[in-house]
């Protein structure tokens, strides 16, 4: 299963690796634009559009009838000033960015899901300009150990720096990408991951802060 809601709490994040993506949040307190790939069952365009009313978010989704489904299945709520659902390929819609986003979330596949649908250097170079100077990505590889090893490769060589947290029963490896290499002080980490659960309702922060050192124990 990629995408849940649950309808009698429709701004939750239901799946393990989709709160995984939220990730950034450690890092990046107030976003001004935020973007997601791939709209899915749309909970992190619902949750961000809820919790961040500062940003504008885009979200973009090739397949109109996924988002005709999210109009009337999922309570994606209708375009306004700060949201705008682009029905367009993903590389086009980056094509027209150039440093503009804080935020990037990508997670493209096609209905196989045996692999992401954008998975090139070229693409992550052009989510690597589409972002500012202290843009984060968040990317869900979904697939096997070559597929999570052939992304990161690419993402290694596009951006400044990368981490991943370990990868859940389902298969998700969830990769987080910078644009200016960060200054991790765990300590700070483990404060903001409480500031993430008082004001965003996320317990996984400290979850998120642990799979980092693990990460940087093995490097």
Known sequence: MQGA??????????LHYIRQMMIWTLF???????????????????????HFPQ?????????????????LLFHLPPDDERLSVHTVDALD??????????????????????????????FYLA????????GLLTVNLLGSELVHARNL??????????????????????????????QIDFDDLYKRADQIQATLGLADGE????????WMDQE
């Open 5 to 14: 809601m649950r309808l009698a709490a429709p701004d939750q994040l239901e």
């Open 93 to 122: 819609y980056l094509d027209a960015l150039h440093g503009e986003l804080d935020v990037l979330q990508v997670d493209v596949y096609s209905d196989q899901a045996e692999h992401p649908a954008l998975e090139s250097q070229d």
């Open 28 to 50: 990046q307190h107030a976003p001004q634009r935020i973007a997601q790939l791939g709209l899915g069952a749309g909970s992190l365009t619902r949750f961000c559009y809820q």
């Open 153 to 182: 490769h690419a993402l290694q060589k596009s951006f400044a720096a990368v981490v991943w947290l370990p990868e859940t029963h389902d298969g998700n490896l969830v990769a987080l990408a910078f644009v200016d290499p960060p």
């Open 55 to 71: 940003a504008r978010i885009d979200a973009v989704e090739i397949n109109p009838e996924v988002v005709r489904a999210n109009r």
């Open 207 to 214: 979850e998120w802060v642990e799979g980092l050192y693990a």
């Open 127 to 134: 989510c690597r300009r589409a972002l500012g100077p202290q």
